[in-house]
T-cell receptor, first 115, second 112 residues
């Protein structure tokens, strides 16, 4: 396991539910990321937080809402999801120096199923 | 458009045999290329990272090569073990900024 933890590991939710995914990094990094991994598709970057500010939002639907209260914690709030949102959601962290990102360390992911 | 293409999409090999995975990229500018191993249901774990000046790097039974001129990389697995069954993902970084370009991965299944 890496120094990035994610909870829950598995989540099943209905389309009308509201849930949150949590990510915590213990590596002292200053940037955190949310990725979506669907079957047979490359990882898709959703959000990037650097120094606790959101620096990237890759045209993600508003039913996904990120929150980064501090450099160690990252949340992804979910509401009124669609079945096509079922996927593995991966959190990652890295150290960013002088606008250059070093290696990203990934958490184990949350397997989300929307029914 | 920055792209990373991996081949094959999947392969099956017998335990103890060798195999080579391919990665072609069109990312520019280029800073480094990484190979990740992702076990089923888990997050990717870094195997190797190479800058444009490095053309080979090893990590145990894994050896990665890089040809920055042709924009190609390969990952060679020697004497495969059952634990090598996983997806192998090629990732290219442009350097500045946080945005990596991911390949679709090669799913490797090692059979006894």
């Amino acid at each position: 396991e890496t120094g990035v933890t994610q909870t829950p590991r598995h989540l099943v939710m209905g389309m009308t539910n509201k849930k949150s995914l949590k990510c915590e990094q213990h590596l002292g990094h200053n940037a955190m990321y949310w990725y979506k991994q669907s079957a047979k598709k490359p990882l898709e970057l959703m959000f990037v937080y650097s120094l606790e500010e959101r620096v990237e939002n890759n045209s993600v639907p508003s039913r996904f809402s990120p929150e980064c209260p501090n450099s160690s914690h990252l949340f992804l709030h979910l509401h009124t999801l669609q079945p096509e949102d079922s996927a593995l959601y991966l959190c990652a962290s890295s150290q960013v120096l002088r606008d250059r990102a070093h290696e990203q360390y990934f958490g184990p992911g949350t397997r989300l199923t929307v029914t | 458009k920055n792209q990373v293409e991996q081949s094959p999409q999947s392969l099956i090999i017998l335990e103890g045999k060798n195999c080579t995975l391919q990665c072609n990229y069109t990312v520019s500018p280029f800073s480094n290329l990484r190979w990740y191993k992702q076990d089923t249901g888990r997050g990717p774990v870094s195997l190797t990272i190479m800058t444009f000046s490095e053309n080979t790097k090893s990590n145990g039974r894994y050896t990665a090569t890089l040809d920055a001129d042709t924009k190609q990389s390969s990952l060679h697995i020697t004497a495969s073990q059952l634990s090598d069954s996983a997806s192998y993902i090629c990732v290219v970084s442009p350097g500045a900024g946080n945005k990596l370009t991911f390949g679709g991965g090669t799913r490797v299944l090692v059979k006894p």
